[in-house]
């Protein structure tokens, strides 16, 4: 069993940062692949960014590249999301999940055995 809690939200001007933190109890963290999806309101969980254990793969949907950066460290069993150059549209929960599935489908909700609580971020216009 695992337990993930984020932390790191906030209320942020558009423009502005903010990074999040996933830390995890259990010691098989590093088996996992780490992602963080957003659930604003009235929409389903939408993803962001994953990352494979060893860091050797990073994606991020098309809408945070270039401000989004997704990292991971397995002594530590941590992870974050840093958070550049905020929109009012990057409003939503923020949740980090693992999950042993395949890579492929690492967009889906579905293939995540293990989820946070979530954090607010409110990004004003």
């Known amino acids: 069993q695992v337990q993930l809690v984020e932390s790191g939200g906030g209320l942020v001007q558009a423009g502005g940062s903010l990074r999040l933190s996933c830390v995890a109890s259990?010691?098989?963290?590093?088996?996992?692949?780490l992602a963080w999806f957003g659930q604003a309101p009235g929409k389903g969980r939408e993803f962001v960014a994953a990352?494979?254990?060893?860091?050797?793969?990073?994606y991020y949907v098309d809408f945070v590249k270039g401000r989004f950066t997704i990292s991971r460290d397995n002594a530590q069993n941590t992870g974050a999301l840093q958070m550049n150059n905020l929109k009012p549209e990057d409003t939503a929960v923020y949740y980090c999940?693992?999950?042993?599935?395949?890579?492929?489908?690492?967009?889906?909700?579905?293939?995540?055995?293990?989820w946070g609580q979530g954090t607010q971020v409110t990004v004003s216009s």
């Open positions: 990352i494979t254990p060893s860091s050797g793969n990073i």
């Open positions: 259990g010691r098989t963290f590093s088996m996992y692949y």
């Open positions: 999940a693992i999950g042993s599935g395949r890579w492929s489908k690492k967009e889906q909700p579905t293939s995540y055995d293990y």
